[in-house]
């Protein structure tokens, strides 16, 4: 899974992580954390889900947070929709936490 914030000012990406690679898993659990400086301008973190298989990485879905969601509650805690592609018949969901710590 790759996560990345997006601006929309700017709107080009900025910072980026990448997670590790889950092997034979049809729900994967990454467990992972990231942390990120935020800037003002940054309102939306993007979540980009790929199938690593044999070949090339295929698109399974990208889903995206508010960042004003976290903001004002400190928290984000809930399931975000990846809408179907590679013609997908359903539309697939990552479970994401998120805390705003202000610096």
Same mark, same amino acid.
């Given at each position: 899974?790759k996560?990345?914030?997006?601006?929309?000012?700017?709107?080009?990406?900025?910072?980026?992580?990448?997670?590790?690679?889950?092997?034979?898993?049809y729900?994967?659990?990454?467990?992972?954390?990231?942390?990120?400086?935020?800037?003002?301008?940054? +309102?939306?973190?993007? !979540? $980009?889900?790929y199938?690593a298989?044999?070949?090339?990485?295929? /698109?399974?879905?990208?889903?995206?947070?508010?960042?004003?969601?976290?903001? +004002?509650?400190?928290? !984000? $805690?809930?399931?975000?929709k990846?809408?179907a592609h590679?013609? /997908?018949?359903?539309?697939?969901?990552i479970h994401?936490?998120?805390?705003?710590?202000?610096a």
């Open positions: 899974m996560s990345s914030l997006l601006s929309n000012e700017k709107s080009q990406l900025t910072p980026c992580s990448f997670s590790l690679l889950i092997v034979d898993r729900e994967p659990v990454w467990n992972e954390r990231f942390v990120f400086n935020i800037h003002p301008e940054e +309102d939306t973190i993007h !979540f $980009d889900v199938d298989d044999v070949g090339d990485k295929d /698109l399974i879905g990208t889903g995206k947070v508010k960042l004003t969601n976290v903001f +004002d509650d400190g928290k !984000f $805690d809930d399931w975000v990846l809408p590679l013609s /997908l018949p359903v539309h697939e969901e994401v936490t998120m805390n705003f710590i202000p």
